[in-house]
Structure formats: structure tokens, C-alpha cells
């Protein structure tokens, strides 16, 4: 168990719907990293969070977008979605950003 | 060109086989290397950690970074059934817009059968 905790596990939904994934990172994290996983993509970097504010962006769609909380929990909202959006979706959090990271068990996303 | 290549396998062997996984990379403002360990259906754990050039060990596992020819290499000594699974390798550098952000290889698929 790495500390970092996804909710929800499962999430079927239909195209053009909009969904919600929620992030609490390990104790003492400030760093919040989402990440998508797809069969023929790999592992790719979202988006990363640091105390609240927004530090890196990657490839993360117009349609996507997220948010870090006072209590360091992470929110990513997935807005208009496409069948392409199905994917696995990880949270990772690490202290300050260069150290390693640590991610979460991850929520499956299936549009339909 | 993607900025890491991993061959993605699959690889098989037999129990107790020394296991080689290995990345190369493009970009020369990576710093820290990883390797993250991946069962099916779960989220990436970390395996090893290493910054810069050089070897670590820890047990049955050897993690190489060759910053010269931008390869780093994963081995596994003795392995066992358990280790079945994908191994990914990461890696971020430590300067620039990119801090922080993880590089993954595809990952590389592996069984071990007894």
C-alpha cells in the first residue's frame, strides 16, 4: 500500500458525460501528479500540482481539467468525454517534487 | 522519436533466471532514473531509485544508469514466479519547465514460470 488512495475504483459512463476522480495523497505530500494509462499511449503525465497551485502541465486536453485543495486532496475533472478516454487514471504524490513518487491504485474509466 | 524507448517484450523465462530489462533515453537533462514494478490491474510501484550515473543494489535487484550512452538497465537475480509482472522504467529531470515530471517507457512484460 502506497498511501496514496483513488476514488472510485470503477467508472462506466456514456459519452459527452462528465466525471469527477478524487486524489488524497501520502501524509506529508505537497506534490499531486495525475497520469493516464491507456493500451496504446502507456503512461502518460497530465498535469502536477504542488501545494495548490498548478506547476506542470503535459498532455492534458482542453477538456480535462484539475485542481488541488487546501488539504491537499486532488480533484481531476474529465468533461465532453470521448470513447478515447477510456483509460486507467493514476494519482501519484511525492514531498517536493523531485523525489520519487508514489502512486495510487488507479481509477478505470470506461466511456460508452 | 519518443523521448524513452523500452522494448515492451513479452519476456519469459524460467524461475531462478537472471532477468535484463533495460530503457534508453534521448533526452540528456534526465537526472533521476526509476523503476517501477506494475501487476496487472494496479497502480506502478516503486522498485528502485537512482540518481545520475552509476549502480544500486537492493537484494535481488540491480538498477545500472549509463548517462554516457543514455541506457539504464534492471537486473533480476534468482527470479521468482512473484516477479511476474510490467516493469516500467521512468525518469525526470532536475531542471527546466520538465522538474518533476515522469518520463515512462511502454513498460515491459514479464513471466516468470516455475
Known amino acids: 500500500d502506497s498511501g496514496v488512495t483513488q476514488t472510485p475504483k470503477h467508472l462506466i459512463t456514456a459519452t459527452g458525460q462528465r466525471v469527477t476522480l478524487r486524489c488524497s495523497p501520502r501524509?506529508?505530500?505537497?506534490?499531486v501528479y495525475w497520469y493516464q494509462q491507456s493500451l496504446d499511449q502507456g503512461l502518460q503525465f497530465l498535469i502536477q500540482y504542488y501545494n495548490g497551485e498548478e506547476r506542470a502541465k503535459g498532455n492534458i486536453l482542453e477538456r480535462f481539467s484539475a485542481q488541488q485543495f487546501p488539504d491537499l486532496h486532488s480533484e481531476l475533472n474529465l468533461s465532453s468525454l470521448e470513447l478515447g478516454d477510456s483509460a486507467l487514471y493514476f494519482c501519484?504524490?511525492?514531498?517536493?517534487?523531485?523525489?520519487?513518487?508514489?502512486f495510487g491504485p488507479g481509477t478505470r474509466l470506461l466511456v460508452l | 522519436q519518443k523521448e524513452v524507448e523500452q522494448d515492451p517484450g513479452p519476456l519469459s523465462v524460467p524461475e531462478g533466471a537472471i532477468v535484463s530489462l533495460n530503457c534508453t533515453y534521448s533526452?540528456?537533462?534526465?537526472?533521476?532514473f526509476m523503476w517501477y514494478r506494475q501487476y496487472s490491474r494496479k497502480g506502478p510501484e516503486l522498485l528502485m531509485y537512482?540518481?545520475?550515473?552509476g549502480n544500486k543494489e537492493d537484494g535481488r535487484f540491480t538498477a545500472q544508469v549509463d548517462k554516457s550512452s543514455k541506457y539504464i538497465s534492471l537486473f533480476i537475480r534468482d527470479s521468482q514466479p512473484s516477479d511476474s509482472a510490467t516493469y516500467l522504467c521512468a525518469m525526470s529531470a532536475d531542471r527546466g519547465s520538465t522538474l518533476g515530471r515522469l518520463y515512462f517507457g511502454r513498460g515491459t512484460q514479464l513471466t516468470v514460470w516455475p
Open positions: 533526452n540528456s537533462a534526465f537526472q533521476y
Open positions: 537512482t540518481y545520475s550515473s
Open positions: 501524509s506529508g505530500d505537497l506534490s
Open positions: 501519484a504524490s511525492s514531498v517536493e517534487g523531485l523525489e520519487t513518487q508514489y
